[in-house]
């Protein structure tokens, strides 16, 4: 059983775990109790480490609220409801079908270009449909959302600048690579961001899993025409563009999306 010494990491790890069990609603009818309880006990002039002490692990604690509910809904069907499991299944389902994209289109700039602006509108229109509504207001673009986006700017002015200018043997086997380390990342990132609950709303979760997605179509179109570095300039031209294009695409499907729902109640 992990000890815990302050309110905030008893109550992050708890609303972890309730975030696989209950809706959002219901998880801050809960959390709010356990807020007045900390409440209460500091008042009597315990600690909070006292306070810890005296409450259950939070894993225990939420299996003996769900057993208390006297819910019935089987732990699969719960796990599937979860948003944050949504995300990450929608995010394997975006990166695998990619890679088929990317594998068909066999080096075929303009289908695979197609494809994946196809791709991530589809995605978007999933999104709409799945999250449809939420508790919250328009708090802005969060500090990951703007250092993804400073990210791909870097990956554009990569391509218009210095890409180019690479003579190096092998610089497109190399540049791959590079890809397909970015790529990794970014899955991890977001598995991580998942994971801890960074994203206390649903739109949040989908707005940067979407972006995410978004981000890694560009990686690819950009892996998939890496061979136009030593072709024509007008060949090298459409690789630029058609990231731009597609950067440009995931934006304003982003925009659509957090206008579409921002300042919605519940």
């Not at 302050?6 to 109550?11: G, H, L, P, T, V």
């Not at 909070?48 to 939420?62: G, R, T």
Request: hydrophobic letters at 50%; glycine letters at 6%; a positive charge.
């Amino acid at each position: 059983m992990a000890k815990f010494t302050s309110k905030i990491d008893y109550m992050k790890k708890l609303k972890f775990y309730l975030s696989f069990w209950f809706h959002e609603d219901e998880n801050a009818g809960i959390l709010n109790d356990y807020e007045e309880w900390f409440e209460n006990e500091r008042l009597l002039g315990k600690s909070e480490e006292q306070i810890c002490a005296a409450l259950n692990d939070p894993k225990e604690a939420v299996k003996k609220i769900l057993a208390e509910s006297g819910e019935s809904t089987s732990w699969t069907i719960r796990l599937i409801q979860n948003i944050g499991v949504q995300m990450l299944i929608l995010m394997a389902v975006y990166l695998f079908t990619g890679l088929f994209i990317l594998k068909s289109c066999n080096k075929t700039g303009s289908d695979y270009f197609y494809a994946a602006v196809v791709q991530i509108f589809l995605y978007f229109v999933v999104g709409m449909i799945r999250i449809k509504k939420y508790s919250g207001s328009n708090r802005g673009l969060s500090k990951l959302n703007v250092c993804l986006h400073m990210f791909v700017f870097m990956i554009l002015l990569f391509e218009l600048v210095l890409l180019p200018k690479i003579t190096v043997p092998n610089s497109g086997k190399i540049c791959g690579i590079v890809c397909g380390i970015l790529l990794v990342l970014l899955v991890l990132l977001h598995i991580y961001m998942i994971m801890k609950n960074c994203m206390q709303i649903q739109r949040d979760v989908f707005l940067t899993t979407f972006y995410i997605a978004g981000i890694m179509m560009l990686l690819l179109f950009w892996d998939n025409q890496l061979h136009m570095l030593y072709g024509q300039p007008a060949e090298y031209r459409k690789l630029v563009y058609g990231s731009i294009c597609l950067y440009v695409e995931n934006l304003v499907l982003c925009a659509v999306f957090f206008k579409s729902k921002c300042g919605r109640k519940e």
